[in-house]
Antibody
Framework: EVQLVESGGGLVQPGGSLRLSCAPS????????MGWVRQAPGKGLEWVSA???????YYADSVRGRFTISRDTFKNMLYLKLNSLRAEDTALYFC?????????????WGQGTQVTVSS | ETVMTQSPVTLSLSPGERATLSCRAS??????LAWYRQRPGQTPRLLIY???TRATGVPARFSGSGSGTEFTLTISSLQSEDVATYYC?????????FGGGTKVEIK
């Protein structure tokens, strides 16, 4: 059974940093594309970042240069490093698996980890 | 950026009625279109991908159609457990984009 468990969220001041982690089980991380999607309170879904099966990375314009997606295939872990955080980054951050190694829809989602940016 | 526009914003129907949700892309996404259901307080679940392929375990009352820029999600007979917000998403071009959602309510 595929499961995704996020951790690392919390309350941080504007300009601060966090590292989110995603622990997948039930599949080999390096065989699939993965992504991060966020949802601000009471709002819709917003794609943040993705990494392909080959390791190529992609970012939404709103986070490019501030966020970094990475993975450790030996530990089977996915990460999202958040720097220079702003109030508008406050959201529930979901880790999600894509259907194929080259992309596709998000076929499995974690429960999310809350990031709150406030002074 | 490919903008995804969903309509209506809210849909209120009686149990057993047919629900028709629309999604329009600002440019062609061929059939690289997915639908998700997010029940209140829950994580999103993939319903449809490739515009019309049901994901594993999705009930047959859910169907998707369309290609290019116009897409439809149909729930043939609305049930109480279908109360949720439904999102479309294109995965044809970067950046990946979601629609704003359609909230389905039971009368």
């Amino acid at each position: 059974e595929v499961q995704l468990v996020e951790s690392g969220g919390g309350l941080v001041q504007p300009g601060g940093s966090l590292r989110l982690s995603c622990a997948p089980s039930g599949f080999i991380l390096g065989n699939y594309a993965m992504g991060w999607v966020r949802q601000a309170p009471g709002k819709g879904l917003e794609w943040v970042s993705a990494i392909g099966g080959g390791g190529t990375t992609y970012y939404a314009d709103s986070v490019r240069g501030r966020f970094t997606i990475s993975r450790d295939t030996f530990k089977n872990m996915l990460y999202l490093k958040l720097n220079s955080l702003r109030a508008e980054d406050t959201a529930l951050y979901f880790c999600a698996k894509r259907l194929y190694d080259y992309g596709g829809p998000f076929d499995h989602w974690g429960q999310g980890t809350q990031v709150t940016v406030s002074s | 950026e490919t903008v995804m526009t969903q309509s209506p914003v809210t849909l209120s129907l009686s149990p057993g009625e047919r629900a028709t949700l629309s999604c329009r892309a600002s440019q062609s996404v061929t059939d690289f279109l997915a639908w998700y259901r997010q029940r209140p307080g829950q994580t999103p679940r993939l319903l449809i991908y490739g515009a019309s392929t049901r994901a594993t375990g999705v009930p047959a009352r859910f169907s998707g159609s369309g290609s290019g820029t116009e897409f439809t999600l149909t729930i043939s007979s609305l049930q109480s457990e279908d109360v949720a917000t439904y999102y479309c998403q294109q995965y044809y071009v970067w950046p990946l984009t979601f629609g704003g959602g359609t909230k389905v309510e039971i009368k």
